[in-house]
């Protein structure tokens, strides 16, 4: 009997705590109907990122020049496997912070010492494109990356020789779009950044344009709104 009632309780209290987080996520603002200006990072990229690096590189058409393709979030939860609905609250942060639907990533094999099952829930991930991944990339270098503790720069030792870059971030946290009162767990996330180039002098060159403040630099590049 104290079995049945301690689970109501804790069934009760997961149900305020989803209810709570639902009601305080952002609404419909004044201006949704209005049409979506382009994003500023974007128009940045192609007045002056883009004249640079041609003239940094010696290239002589404009599609050698490597552009942003996409850039995917991922966060792995092991305690998943125990707890599932822990992945909920991660599925509505991700939301709120890129402003498009995630996907559960599933197990890929059966790990007995860990107690996964193959097609187990795991983690997840979102994988942006076009005006929202230009969006989510000007927020994350205006005002995710300055609120990191103890921040000294974005390591260059990140590349995976194919033009690509990967850096992880310890917390949630410093997404000024995530509640705190509504945090229930915190966790880090992997974001990765995939280029049109194969080579990594030239990722580095368009990340560091596009205002990544790398660890090294003098003072980070500032984007003319």
């Known amino acids: 009997m ?10 009760k209290s997961g149900g305020q705590s989803g209810e709570k987080r ?9 201006g949704a109907e209005k049409p979506v200006p382009p994003p500023r990072l974007h ?21 050698q020049v490597p552009n942003l393709t996409k850039i995917t979030l991922n ?10 609905k822990v992945l909920d609250a991660i599925v509505d942060e991700l939301a709120t912070i890129t402003g498009q639907k995630p996907l559960r990533t599933k197990a890929k094999k059966s790990i007995a010492n860990y107690g996964q099952r193959e097609g187990q829930e795991i983690g997840v991930s979102v994988t942006l494109r076009g005006a929202r991944m230009w969006e989510f990339l000007d927020r994350f270098v205006s005002t995710a990356i300055p609120r990191i ?5 974005l390591s ?3 590349f995976d020789g194919r033009g690509n870059y990967s850096l992880g971030v310890k917390e949630q946290m410093i997404f000024p779009e995530i509640n705190y009162d509504l945090v229930e767990q915190i966790h880090g996330m992997d974001i990765t950044f995939v280029t049109t180039t194969n ?10 344009e596009l205002g990544l403040p790398f660890r090294g630099d003098d003072k980070p590049i500032v984007v003319q709104g």
Do not use: C, W
């Open 199 to 208: 080579r990594d002098d030239m990722a580095f060159a368009l990340l560091r």
């Open 2 to 11: 104290a079995t049945t009632k301690a689970q109501g309780t804790q069934k």
């Open 156 to 158: 260059t030792r990140s």
């Open 75 to 84: 966060v792995g939860m092991g305690e998943a496997i125990k707890q599932p």
């Open 149 to 153: 503790r103890d921040f000294r720069g």
């Open 43 to 63: 128009a940045h990229y192609n007045k002056t990122v883009r004249p640079r690096l041609m003239q940094q590189f010696s290239l002589k058409n404009t599609h």
């Open 22 to 30: 639902a009601s305080m996520l952002p609404k419909e603002h004044a």
